[in-house]
């Protein structure tokens, strides 16, 4: 058996080998002692591993596989279970065993045979667990199989799907809570609820639908429509959150950008991202949940101005800004899964000879169209419809002061900075502050709670005598 393991394993079982052997062995007894009997079993012997090898090769088994993953997606640290169904499609018989291909982070890769002992119709079914410390999107699969002859004489290995993308999101932690999203009841984690009926002025309407009672019928809104319009019961008005997450190339590598992560789906690179980014992504999604369980709406943007997740591979819909409910927290949490640090051709950033870092060749070395005008006008769209939370990495003097004005557009803004020397962004806090932001400036070694309620101690506070100057001489756009 120690001689068999020598030959190579892709071609012929043990069996196969062995019925090789022994038909060379007896070749050289038939021509030593010249025996007709011992040619005929030593063809016999040679021919019927090479005719197993060559059916299997032209008549291969096909396999249909079934994948599931549950839950899916799947957030960091948590175990998904992954469940395979494994049927044969076409004719042929014989055992395979299998094998499914996992990242390396993943650990190693489970082996079984198929048919299984408990297979019932036909399908063969399978299940085992995986988790994963870092978000991404995994390809898991294609499943491979062994397979050999009916008389387990020779073998073909061969992928017989494609596999399935695993995608693992961000985990949210817990934040305290506090009354910074201010201008929403008394903590500001309450929806406007309005009676109607308190005035003209303010009442509610919409248009007539059957059975409904005619002493709702508001004529003033009927005599503007042209048709019968009828005062509102009740109307509620969803507090709303702009959460601006930056995703700049300079704002977060130290240098040349880290592979980090899952590979994406759609190419062979891994995720440009950092340790401060990864807090960033976490910080993101922590706030999400903490205003959506709150019921707020939620608004994801760059600060580009341009929807958060447009760039990100795993976005649902890359374009969306608005999000609200259950399905737009879980539609934030799987963008975020592979969203990665937009590179040097998207930031105006050039990695030369040697990984040497140079900034944007803009004038004066800051892009203009970071905290521009067109976040502006984002964030006048929605003015003073609830509170602006900025989630950054290093930020210039300059930079503070094109993003300090965005105050006036929210009931409160917030700025977190998260950077590996803090004590370097005091001019941009300064700047943040005086413009009406309540800013700090944390290392990614920092718990993303502590940092949320630093908001709430006087070090965070913004100038508000300049804020309410600016605000009252109508600064903005």
């Known amino acids: 058996m120690a001689l068999l393991d020598r030959f190579p394993r892709h071609l012929f079982t043990h069996r196969g080998w062995g019925l090789l052997a022994a038909g060379a062995i007896s070749l050289a007894a038939a021509q030593i002692m010249g025996r007709r009997d011992l040619l005929s079993l030593s063809v016999l012997l040679i021919v019927l591993p090479l005719v197993a090898l060559a059916g299997i090769r032209l008549v291969k088994p096909r396999f249909q596989v079934y994948r599931e993953f549950h839950p899916s997606p799947v957030e960091t640290s948590a175990a998904t279970t992954v469940r395979l169904a494994v049927a044969r499609s076409g004719s042929g018989g014989g055992r395979a065993v299998m094998e499914e291909k996992l990242p390396p982070q993943f650990g190693e890769s489970p082996a079984f045979r198929f048919p299984a002992r408990s297979a019932t119709g036909g399908t063969s079914r399978y299940e085992y667990h995986l988790h994963s410390t870092q978000r991404g999107q995994y390809l898991i699969g294609p499943v491979t199989a062994e397979f050999t002859d009916p008389f387990g004489l020779s073998l073909h290995r061969q992928a017989i799907d494609d596999g399935d993308i695993l995608t693992v999101t961000p985990a949210a932690v817990e934040l ?53 319009m009828v005062r509102q019961e009740e109307s509620v008005t969803t507090p709303e959150a702009t959460i601006i997450l930056d995703q700049r190339f300079g704002a977060f590598s130290g240098g040349a950008a880290s592979g980090f992560g899952g590979t994406a789906p759609r190419d062979s690179h891994e995720m440009a991202s950092s ?53 737009g927290l879980q539609a934030i949490a799987e963008s975020l899964a592979a969203i990665r640090i937009s590179g040097p051709h998207h930031a105006g950033w050039e990695l030369h000879t040697g990984g040497e870092k140079h900034g944007p060749k803009v004038h004066g070395g800051h892009d203009p169209d ?99 100057v600016r605000r009252g001489a109508g600064v903005g756009r």
């Open 275 to 327: 340790g401060t980014f990864e807090w960033a992504v976490v910080a993101a999604m922590s706030v999400c949940a903490h205003l959506a369980e709150r019921n707020y709406a939620l608004r994801m943007l760059d600060p580009r101005g341009e929807p958060a997740f447009l760039r990100s591979p795993s976005a649902p819909e890359p374009d969306s800004e608005e999000y609200s409910g259950t399905s």
């Open 370 to 468: 970071v905290f521009g005008d067109q976040l502006m006008d984002k964030l006048s769209a929605h003015r003073m419809r609830g509170p602006i939370i900025a989630v950054l990495g290093r930020t210039s003097p300059e930079e503070a002061r094109a993003l300090a004005q965005g105050a006036g557009y929210g009931a409160n803004a917030f700025a977190i900075i998260v950077t590996d020397r803090p004590e370097d962004s005091e001019d941009a806090l300064e700047t943040l502050r005086r413009g009406g932001w309540r800013a700090v400036a944390v290392p990614a070694t920092a718990a993303v709670p502590v940092a949320w309620s630093s908001f709430d101690q006087d070090g965070a506070a913004p100038a508000t005598a300049a804020a309410d």
């Open 176 to 228: 305290p809570v506090t009354g910074l999203a201010g201008a929403r009841g008394n903590d500001g984690i309450t929806a406007t609820r309005t009676r109607a009926n308190p005035s003209d002025d303010d009442v509610m309407t919409r248009e007539y639908r059957p059975g409904d009672p005619m002493r709702r019928v508001h004529w003033a809104a009927t005599a503007r429509h042209g048709e019968l």
